[in-house]
């Protein structure tokens, strides 16, 4: 009897070691996974990867009263929509963009329009007493018009080497940077938007007739 409860004792035993060694295997290979989506995390939010997903291939057009921006970047890049993508056209499923990139930035009377054909669909926000607020701002813009000024600008970077808004182009592109920019009648016709953090007070969406 002492033999039997002796055998089942030490069973027991090294099953919880076994249980307690799975386990902790099972804690080391999930820290690779949680170190990556941290990762990827942090680097959205530094705007790292801004420019870095597929693009539907529809334009939308973007227009506000008037930007302020601390930190300014510009630089040219491709944005790539997804295979056989039926917004492809002639185009290889590329475009040709302007991103620009803005640290902090406010706008006011903000508007976001999409043709759908034969409606828009419409955001508003930023027509009150509060400004529309973005971090880690970025833009691929296929036009852009307005009344610009910028403090302290330097025109004709590398764009790999870019350092007010965190986010980098691709090596021996032409780019330009600049501690402040402000931008009055602000309009732009963009294939992307991101940001960290994107504040709408305000915000109304809706379909109309018309767009921005």
Request: overall charge negative; charged content about 20%.
């Amino acid at each position: 009897m002492a033999s039997e409860e002796t055998e089942r004792t030490g069973a027991a035993v090294d099953g919880g070691r076994r249980g307690r060694v799975r386990l902790r295997r099972a804690a080391v290979m999930a820290v690779p996974a949680a170190a990556v989506v941290a990762g990827l995390a942090l680097l959205t939010a530094q705007g790292a990867l801004g420019v870095q997903f597929f693009i539907s291939g529809m334009p939308f057009t973007v227009t506000a009263t008037e930007l302020d921006g601390t930190g300014f970047e510009q630089f040219g890049d491709l944005d790539n929509m997804i295979e056989d993508s039926p917004n492809s056209g002639d185009t290889g499923g590329q475009v040709l963009v302007i991103t620009s990139a803005i640290k902090e930035a406010k706008l006011t009377k903000l508007c976001q329009s999409v043709d759908l054909g034969g409606t828009n669909l419409l955001i508003t926000a930023g027509g009150g007493s509060r400004k529309v607020e973005a971090a880690d701002l970025t833009t691929d813009s296929t036009e852009l018009s307005g009344d610009a000024a910028f403090r302290n600008i330097e025109i004709g970077n590398d764009a790999s080497t870019l350092t007010k808004a965190g986010v980098k182009g691709k090596p021996g592109v032409f780019s330009q940077q600049a501690d402040h920019v402000h931008i009055d009648h602000l309009r732009q016709t963009n294939y992307a938007t991101t940001a960290a953090v994107f504040k709408l007070p305000g915000l109304k969406l809706r379909f109309s007739g018309t767009g921005c």
